[in-house]
């Protein structure tokens, strides 16, 4: 059974730092494009970042990152990162973790057949 599961949301102050942490069980990791989105209600969801398969040499970032967030994978632990760093009260969302997601020149989108977890909550004061 495909297992998906984000966690390291929480609350910061503007200018902090969070790790978000998407652990998965049950496909075959290194294989997959994956990546984090995130969500405000009441508007879209947006990419915040992506990176390749197997061994993650492409990266792909949302405009509004600007230098801030920093993505990795483990493939050994199976496991997906979001390093953030000073947080701004913009970036108040509910984060997605994203496996299986198209990657090409322009930059990366989810699929029909992309794995979702439940989400984190990622709440920044001023």
């Known amino acids: 059974q495909v297992q998906v599961l984000e966690s390291g949301g929480g609350l910061r102050q503007a200018g902090e730092s969070l790790l978000l942490s998407c652990s998965t069980s049950?496909?075959?990791?290194?294989?997959?494009?994956m990546g984090w989105f995130r969500q405000v209600p009441g508007r879209e969801r947006e990419k915040v970042s992506c990176?390749?398969?197997?061994?993650?040499?492409?990266?792909d970032y949302g405009d509004f990152v600007k230098g801030r967030f920093t993505i990795s994978k483990d493939n050994a632990k199976e496991a997906l990162y979001l390093q953030m760093n000073s947080l701004t009260p913009e970036d108040t969302a509910m984060y997605y973790c994203?496996?299986?997601?198209?990657?090409?020149?322009?930059?990366?989108?989810?699929?029909?057949?992309?794995?979702w977890g439940q989400g984190t909550q990622v709440t920044v004061s001023s």
């Open positions: 994203a496996i299986n997601l198209r990657m090409d020149g322009a930059g990366c989108t989810d699929v029909e057949s992309t794995i």
């Open positions: 990176i390749s398969w197997d061994d993650g040499k492409e990266t």
């Open positions: 049950g496909l075959a990791f290194k294989l997959y494009h």
